[in-house]
């Protein structure tokens, strides 16, 4: 998602400083003034231009991001504003929601930056919003060029490879201190969605509100939320029984496609469904070609789930898993994909199945090349 907005990382952990109309019912704010760390929490329910509402909260891990039906009356409590708020949902885990607000940062607006520098916002746009794997990296690198500069910054030293390794230190130094403070406001942020005790109202069109600065948090919170779409996919069900997975992956609208349900998407977002008529667990294709023998050997070598071993399907299982829908609700299934099953005429042959067409076919298990994908039970 790629979004473009005028507010800075620093409004997410400001709301209401004014009293919001929602649509014939009146809320007090929750908060006022720029408290950073205020001591109570809430539900954020935020209503859009055109009476659009959104609702959003922490659920364990995870944040769950409500689209409700145009003009709902959420109600003045946490309870009163999950029952009434019925629409499309989104089940996004924490470090994917914080790498979604990352990418919100904009460099306009920059007199409203604080406590990020414009200095600090280009370095961490120009980085691309780095990950944390991406930050231990770049403080590796600013040790290496400290050392350096330690060891050999002297005058005998080439000057102008000192001048360049100084030059990229202070860039990175930078970065790190954008990111540090980015972070910091972001933990704030959810620092407010731990508890069900306050349900806070924003009104991005404030218009009962005489004070811009609140106005201009009140619409960067309505954006934020408005482009979390519930359609958009999330890494889900990462671990616990495939009932704990299963569960967790409930809430994201792509988690039930015909007699399959959703049980884990990867951080790569690999997915692994249930076939909910046969009861057979299908993994994502593998991302290779191979000959038999590693086919065989690939699928063993998965890592059980739910104490469950990984293994080739059989020719008659891919044909079961056809007629449940397989061919429509699995990813990446445009592939020839070899089964267990030799060919009784001669068993230097294995059966296949096409994920495209769902034809049956079969082909020399030594040499041929072909897709994997596997099954549990």
């Known amino acids: 998602m790629t979004y473009k907005i005028f507010a800075t990382v620093l409004a997410l952990t400001v709301f209401a400083g004014c009293s919001h109309n929602h649509k ?120 290496k060029i400290n050392a350096f ?16 390794l100084k030059k990229e230190l202070k860039s990175n130094e930078t970065r790190s201190r954008a990111i540090k403070k980015i972070d910091a406001e972001i933990e704030k942020t959810l620092a407010r969605m731990t508890s069900n005790r306050k349900l806070t109202i924003v009104n991005s069109a404030s218009l009962d509100c005489d004070d811009q600065d609140e106005k201009v ?52 977002f690999e997915e692994i469904y249930k076939d909910n008529k046969s009861g057979f667990i299908w993994s994502d294709r593998i991302h290779s070609r191979t000959n038999h023998a590693s086919a065989v050997a690939a699928c063993a070598g998965l890592p059980k789930i739910d104490n469950k071993s990984w293994r080739l399907p059989t020719i008659e299982e891919f044909k079961e898993a056809d007629v449940n829908g397989i061919r429509s609700a699995l990813p990446n299934m445009i592939y020839w994909f070899w089964s267990s099953s030799e060919d009784d005429d001669n068993t230097s042959r294995a059966w296949l199945f096409s994920g495209n067409f769902g034809d049956l076919g079969y082909d020399y298990r030594f040499s041929f090349v072909g897709s994997i994908r596997c099954v549990a039970r």
């Not at 500069?149 to 360049?164: A, N, Q, V």
């Not at 954006?223 to 999330?234: C, I, Q, R």
């Open 24 to 143: 014939g019912s009146r809320h007090p704010s929750s908060l006022s003034g720029l408290s950073l760390l205020p001591l109570i929490t809430s539900d954020i329910g935020v209503v859009g231009p055109k009476g659009e509402v959104l609702l959003y909260y922490r659920e364990g891990n995870s944040i769950i991001v409500k689209n409700c039906e145009p003009l709902t009356i959420l109600g003045a409590t946490p309870a009163d504003a999950r029952s009434k708020c019925q629409g499309k949902t989104n089940k996004v885990p924490v470090e994917s929601f914080k790498q979604e607000i990352r990418k919100l940062v904009s460099t306009s607006g920059l007199n409203q930056l604080k406590p990020v520098t414009a200095e600090e916002l280009n370095a961490f746009r120009e980085a691309g919003g780095l990950s944390a794997e991406d930050m231990e990296k770049m403080q590796a690198e600013i040790n």
């Open 149 to 164: 500069i330690t060891e050999y910054g002297k005058k005998d030293s080439p000057m102008i490879r000192l001048e360049e």
């Open 217 to 268: 948090k009140n619409q960067f919170m309505y954006t934020v939320l408005k482009n979390f779409d519930p359609k958009e996919k999330y890494p889900c069900g990462l671990s616990g029984t495939i009932e704990e997975t299963t569960k967790e992956c409930s809430e994201q609208e792509s988690s039930s496609r015909g007699n399959f349900t959703l049980i884990s998407r990867s951080k790569h």
